[in-house]
């Protein structure tokens, strides 16, 4: 096998590479010599994303965040029923039974919104009076 200067300035930089990549890994190895030490960076990044270990998550809270993430849900399906409808009407070219489908869409996908937005305003006033009732607001 025949060494030349191409392989051996390429095996020296790949050493030079991994010798600059792998250092900051070496320092910081001796800092941290058990998972404790993991654990705590664990800890700080949960807390800092609000899953504190010390944070209790009440029943409210998490029926509250559950109908955030439907409500999002919600939002790109009735986006999508917009498009739908708008996509049918644009290609409809002229055709009145297209239009009316079109407009079905578009008009079907409003009254689901505003029903929806409606029915959680009533939910949420339901709720806030019932805590205001037994104290907890």
Same mark, same amino acid.
């Given at each position: 096998? =025949?060494?030349? =200067?191409?392989?051996?300035?390429?095996?020296? +930089?790949?050493?030079?590479?991994?010798?600059? +990549?792998?250092?900051?890994?070496?320092?910081?190895?001796?800092?941290?010599?058990?998972?404790?030490?993991?654990?705590?960076?664990?800890?700080?990044?949960?807390?800092?994303?609000?899953?504190?270990?010390?944070?209790?998550?009440?029943?409210?809270?998490?029926?509250?965040?559950?109908?955030?993430?439907?409500?999002?849900?919600?939002?790109?399906?009735?986006?999508?029923?917009?498009?739908?409808?708008?996509? +049918?009407?644009?290609?409809?070219?002229?055709?009145?039974? =297209?239009?009316?489908?079109?407009?079905?869409?578009?008009?079907?996908?409003?009254?689901?919104?505003?029903?929806?937005?409606?029915?959680?305003?009533?939910?949420?006033?339901?709720?806030?009076?019932?805590?205001?009732?037994?104290?907890?607001?």
């Amino acid at each position: 096998m =025949k060494v030349t =200067k191409k392989k051996i300035v390429f095996v020296l +930089l790949t050493i030079g590479f991994l010798t600059i +990549l792998l250092s900051p890994q070496i320092i910081l190895a001796a800092d941290c010599t058990s998972a404790d030490c993991a654990l705590k960076g664990l800890d700080v990044t949960a807390t800092n994303a609000g899953f504190g270990a010390g944070e209790k998550r009440d029943i409210p809270t998490i029926i509250g965040e559950a109908i955030n993430y439907v409500f999002g849900i919600v939002g790109v399906i009735f986006l999508t029923i917009i498009l739908v409808g708008g996509y +049918l009407w644009m290609t409809a070219g002229g055709s009145e039974e =297209k239009v009316g489908k079109a407009k079905s869409f578009i008009v079907n996908g409003i009254n689901g919104i505003i029903v929806i937005f409606l029915a959680y305003a009533l939910v949420y006033v339901m709720l806030f009076s019932m805590g205001g009732a037994i104290g907890s607001k």
